[in-house]
């Protein structure tokens, strides 16, 4: 019942489907795990999207989202600072998570998000 802004799609060589609708004026995003793996530090790999994630309410309904962590180390090794800043924003307020630790320890992510931490401090 959402205007569908980007109908699903199948991305990467037919490894990954992408949709995005708009809600109540906010663009939402959806895309599916691509390849099975054991790692859990991963954002669309593995068993993190599974272990790690969070619910919130779209219009009446809840949805499941990926962990801010792993969108977090995601938006980074992409470097795309318009979507990698609130989150870092919001865990400079929140605090650190460990699995926020080990997800960039893990993706060799760590110096980055520090550098960008203090650029926003």
């Known amino acids: 019942g959402y205007p569908c ?5 199948l991305l990467h060589g037919g490894i990954q489907y992408f949709a995005a ?6 663009r939402v995003e ?13 954002e669309v790999t593995g068993i993190g999207p ?22 977090l180390a995601s938006e980074l ?11 870092v924003k919001y865990f400079a307020s929140h605090g650190e998570t460990s699995l926020l630790n080990a997800v960039l320890q893990e993706q060799g992510l760590e110096s980055k998000y520090l550098e ?4 926003i401090a």
Do not use: C
């Open 5 to 9: 802004l980007t109908p699903p799609t």
């Open 21 to 26: 609708v708009e809600v109540d004026g906010i």
């Open 30 to 42: 959806a895309s599916t795990v691509e390849i099975e793996a054991q790692a859990e530090t991963l």
């Open 50 to 71: 599974w272990k790690h994630q969070s619910l919130i309410r779209i219009g009446e309904s809840m949805a499941p989202t990926i962990a801010l962590e792993l969108r």
């Open 77 to 87: 090794s992409r470097d795309r600072q318009d979507r990698y800043l609130s989150i």
């Open 116 to 119: 960008v931490k203090a650029q």
